[in-house]
């Protein structure tokens, strides 16, 4: 059983940065995501990189949010500059051990931390 536990949330004022981290129990090979949820929102992918660094971004993410991960460390993270209020919400980590599926679909995923509250003021 894979455990997910994510950090590096908090509260910023808009233009700002943050960095999250999501670190795994083990060695993981797949898909690896950060998916967020707002209030009264469904839970939305927001990035995801295969192991041998293929990587989705949703629209929204292009160009402000970056995911990287290191294998090494069995952790996950997300950059995210010029912080938007619209992209508060709680940041997820999700993994799937496979290739198959579509990387930024929730569904897809076997695995999930337990989530960090971002929140952007403007």
């Known amino acids: 059983q894979v455990q997910l536990v994510e950090s590096g949330g908090g509260s910023v004022q808009a233009g700002g940065t943050l960095r999250l981290s999501c670190e795994a129990s083990q060695n993981f090979y797949g898909w690896m995501a950060w998916f967020r949820q707002a209030p009264g929102k469904e839970r939305e992918g927001v990035a995801a990189m295969f192991d041998n660094g293929d990587t989705r971004y949703s629209d929204f993410a292009k160009g402000r949010l970056t995911i990287s991960r290191d294998n090494a460390k069995h952790s996950l993270y997300l950059q995210m500059n010029s912080l938007k209020p619209e992209d508060t919400g709680v940041y997820y980590c999700?993994?799937?051990?496979?290739?198959?599926?579509?990387?930024?679909?929730?569904?897809?995923?076997?695995?999930w931390g337990q989530g960090t509250q971002v929140t952007v003021s403007s």
């Open positions: 999700a993994y799937k051990p496979s290739y198959s599926g579509r990387p930024l679909e929730a569904a897809a995923y076997n695995y």
